[in-house]
């Protein structure tokens, strides 16, 4: 059975997050191109096929809930998302709550959104982030703050999310800051750029639907190493999307990874169907959950399924399991998805 | 044209409270148009002002623009007679009538919403956020400043549904969508593969009130 990748002790925090054994396995090979030492971009690169999974923040100071969760996922995949204010309703900070798992040796995606910070905000953290160990950044546009629970602030949105992956991108390759200023502390310092493997998110589902593959395309020119798509339960439009994504060669710049939720219960089907900007739910998944005896079960085979089904279609590269506040779900679904044995 | 809608009553008159003798002056322009502040609008507020008593004195009158000084004149005799002036112009306005009469409390009849069109009777809709920096030449005609609740320049965000905007699908149309859709109609959809830069807030109100100077009409 997968068990995952190797994992450094819960007290190396260093610089890098690998073992030094580890690196200098791949010290040799791999490292010369890797852009960000995260492990994430060491199993794609390889061809792996990878897991990812999402992990909310708790809206308390509560590092036990954090660390239960972390325990949830650590042995099953290969890096988790955390999430930034998700919902716009204030949550531990996804760095604060992304060092404590990187701590406990599970790989954190940071979460960035442009709602809540202006690019010297967003690049004062990544370099701490970085510091603390982080090398994975995913760069998303946030959801307006009317859907959380301070509707009355004020926005930022100084940068959307295809000029945040574009800067995130600058401060690693040309070492720059988005003024242009090189990322030194002086003039007679040496540059010291942060180094994070970036994503961003693609939604196959949103409207305008022929504009979505050259969004995609924005974003993987302004520097995404990865993608992770919105939950996808519409196959067949999905299908036609990565159609596009292949006819525009962009699987072979950019990692797909296929966003997938388990529905819990048939009203879930259905508010997802019917509520949630961006998702389509085809009313046989609705059907099947409305008749199934055990709904939660029903809803863990129809996301196996879908991995399966998923993991067939060229170009996808891994999965993403947004299993929120069902984290203990996730092992269930990947060993019963078998992504134990080829990646 | 600059969008207003009066104020409620109850706050305009607690502005007023204490104050014997009222300057009610309304602004020809603007808000004439979107029948906010208008001579009729004067009128009315004026009118319910008299009416609620307190043996207040409630002066009249509307002038061709309040955001420009050289209209006061009209009314220079009446405000120096009021120990307060209700102004039914926009923020600009009111603030120019503050100006003119340094020694008078001056008070807003109206929230000033925004800078926008007429979009029919009784209906007004935001298009343009002064940016000073305009696109439209590259967005087919559309603003995404100010037509996308995020003001995103690459594109959509993942809320896009149904030519609606997550923001409020009721009410808010997709800037995006709109944007998508006038390009694809001129033949010019190529123009969205192009990564737009990061603004230059700069030159919004971010860069601290802004200022105009043109020499070439200094002194006309
Ligand atoms: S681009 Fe700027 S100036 Fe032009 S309409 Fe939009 S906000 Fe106004
Ligand atoms: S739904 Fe459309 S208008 Fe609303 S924030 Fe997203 S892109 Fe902008």
């Not at chain 2, 000084?69 to 009021?82: R, S, W």
Request: aromatic share 6%.
């Amino acid at each position: 059975m997968w068990r995952g990748c190797e994992r450094p002790a819960a007290s190396d925090v260093s610089d890098r997050s690998d073992s030094p054994l580890e690196r200098s396995a791949i010290a040799m090979s791999e490292e010369k191109q890797s852009k960000s030492g995260s492990r994430l971009e060491r199993k794609l690169a390889a061809g792996g096929f990878a897991v990812t999974a999402e992990l909310g923040p708790p809206k308390s100071a509560d590092a036990d809930l954090i660390r239960n969760k972390a325990a949830l996922l650590k042995d099953w995949v290969d890096a988790v998302n955390i999430t930034d204010n998700q919902t716009a309703i204030v949550r531990v900070s996804s760095i604060g709550t992304g060092k404590l798992v990187h701590d406990m040796g599970l790989e954190p995606i940071i979460q960035v959104t442009c709602r809540d910070r202006n690019r010297l905000a967003i690049q004062a953290d990544l370099l701490g982030a970085y510091l603390m160990g982080i090398r994975n950044v995913l760069c998303l546009t946030g959801d307006h703050q009317v859907f959380g629970n301070h509707p009355t602030a004020r926005y930022v949105f100084d940068l959307d999310s295809v000029q945040l992956i574009a800067m995130v991108r600058d401060m690693r390759d040309r070492k720059v800051f988005a003024c242009g200023d090189e990322i030194r502390n002086s003039k007679k310092a040496g540059i010291k750029e942060p180094r994070l493997f970036i994503g961003g998110a693609a939604n196959p589902f949103g409207d305008p639907f022929e504009f979505r593959a050259t969004r995609l395309e924005k974003k993987v020119r302004a520097g995404a190493d990865f993608v992770q798509t919105q939950c996808i339960y519409d196959m067949e439009r999905f299908d036609r999307w990565m159609k596009e994504v292949r006819a525009r060669g962009l699987h072979r710049k950019c990692a797909i990874l296929a966003g997938v939720t388990p529905l819990k219960s048939v009203g879930m089907a259905r508010y997802m169907r019917d509520q949630v900007a961006g998702v389509t739910v085809p009313d046989c998944y609705v059907q099947r959950m409305a008749e199934a005896s055990d709904p939660k079960a029903e809803g863990i085979a129809i996301c196996v399924e879908q991995i399966r089904r998923l993991r067939a279609i060229e170009g996808v590269a891994g999965v993403h399991i947004m299993a929120i506040e069902w984290e203990e779900k996730v092992p269930e679904i990947v060993e019963r998805a078998g992504l134990g044995t080829g990646g | 044209m600059i969008v207003a809608e009066q104020k409620p009553i109850a706050e305009i008159a607690g502005y007023l409270d204490g104050h014997k003798r009222v300057l009610v002056l309304g602004c020809g322009t603007c808000v004439t148009v979107c029948l906010a502040g208008g001579e009729r609008e004067t009128a009315q507020i004026a009118s319910v002002l008299r009416l609620s008593g307190n043996g207040r004195e409630i002066l009249e009158n509307t002038i061709e623009r309040q955001c420009d000084a050289e209209f006061f004149d009209a009314v220079a005799d009446q405000a120096a007679g009021c120990d307060a002036i209700l102004s039914l112009a926009c923020g600009a306005g009111a603030q120019m009538v503050a100006r003119v009469f340094p020694e008078k409390p001056v008070y807003p009849a109206l929230n000033t919403k925004f800078m926008g069109t007429n979009d029919g009777a009784g209906e007004w809709s935001e298009n343009c956020l002064a940016c000073g920096d305009c696109k439209l030449g590259v967005f087919g005609g559309i603003c995404p400043v100010t037509r996308c609740s995020k003001s995103l320049a690459n594109g959509p965000c993942g809320g896009s549904a149904d030519g609606r905007c997550e923001v409020d699908p009721q009410n808010i149309e997709c800037g995006w969508q709109l944007i998508h859709d006038r390009l694809k109609a001129l033949g010019k959809l190529d123009a969205l593969s192009e990564i737009a830069a990061p603004r230059d807030w700069s030159k919004t109100h971010s860069g601290g009130p802004r200022r105009l100077s043109r020499e070439d009409v200094a002194g006309l």
